[in-house]
């Protein structure tokens, strides 16, 4: 559990958060730009709280004016043949928390994922386009914000995308440890989406709950568009590496969850609400780059 006391007068120190799912990637910065604002926060990681049962949930969250939950089960491919194990984290617990925080009359913002569509769109998804995830893992992030928005309705639900951030395994550190390891890559051209760095994923959901943003779905990712290949072609360059890449298919790569061929989402609503979308992918992956690759 790490617990930060306020430090300076901002809109976050007015607000008692708890940041769930803090051992994470996006939980550690969130934790941190919380601190840097001063901020009266908790963050709870697995060890300390399970977030599948119901009892503990309610009993963490009394007493929190924001609850943030950055718990999730992320491993895509496992929830393929353990669907209920991930139902019960991406759902059951997002529901828990639900409660609890209705309950409270806390601020819920849950994360979400652009694995809940489907990935056929040739535009930009927007918040309120229909839900048809084709994976398990889409399937239970999608019930985990249906049980949000039934028993939360103060809610915030972000949804965010190719997610790198220096506290954790990630694409960019994966590619360029690949990069200096092999004699070339072949990395996949056709899956669009928005890498997004966690720290301004971790400003954004702030900025967000700062700007008293009505309730409702919004969409956390950075501006722009790219392929991994396209992706990968910058992790090497900022990684001084001149390793020849080979732009491929997803057919050459076959797992067993579908990955969305598109992943591009929009931003209409934090522009309605007032609140600035991060910015374009390319320039925040140079800011992030020697953080995130440990140079």
């Known amino acids: 559990m790490t617990e930060t006391t306020p430090a300076a007068a901002s809109p976050s120190a007015h607000r008692r958060w708890l940041v769930v799912g803090a051992g994470g990637m996006l939980g550690a910065d969130l934790l941190a730009r919380l601190g840097d604002a ?22 963490a969250v009394g007493g929190f004016d ?22 019960r984290v ?13 309950a409270a009359g806390a601020r819920l913002v849950q994360v979400s994922t652009d694995y809940v569509f489907d990935g056929a769109a040739t535009a930009p998804y927007a ?13 239970t992030k999608a019930a985990g914000e249906w049980a949000v928005r039934a028993q939360a309705p103060d809610h915030l639900i972000v ?13 960019p550190k994966t ?4 990069g200096a390891e092999k004699d070339r890559l072949a990395v996949v051209d056709d899956q669009v989406g928005q890498p997004t760095w966690t720290r301004d994923l971790a400003d954004l959901i702030v900025r967000i709950v700062e700007a008293d943003a009505p ?14 290949f396209g992706f990968t072609r910058r992790i090497l360059a900022s990684a001084g590496l001149t390793t020849p890449l080979e732009p491929t298919t997803s057919d050459a790569f076959v797992r ?24 374009d992918w390319a320039e925040r992956w140079d800011a992030a780059a020697a953080e995130v690759l440990g140079e």
């Open 38 to 59: 001063g901020a009266d926060v908790v963050g709870l990681g697995r060890a300390d709280l399970d977030v599948t049962d119901a009892d503990a949930v309610l009993a």
């Open 90 to 102: 991406n759902a059951t617990g997002a529901s828990n928390l639900a409660r609890a925080a209705h």
């Open 256 to 279: 067993p969850a579908p990955r969305p061929a598109y992943s591009v989402l929009g931003h209409d609503a934090l522009r309605a609400a007032g609140v600035a979308p991060i910015g």
């Open 66 to 87: 924001v609850v943030v939950n950055c718990a999730a089960w992320t491993a895509v491919d496992d929830a393929e043949v353990r669907e209920a194990d991930a139902f």
């Open 127 to 139: 918040e309120d386009a229909p839900l048809a995830p084709v994976s398990a893992y889409g399937r």
């Open 215 to 228: 309730a409702g779905t919004y969409h956390g990712t950075a501006s722009g568009q790219t392929s991994w």
């Open 175 to 178: 590619m360029a440890r690949l």
């Open 159 to 171: 949804r965010t995308a190719w997610l790198y951030g220096a506290h954790g395994g990630c694409f």
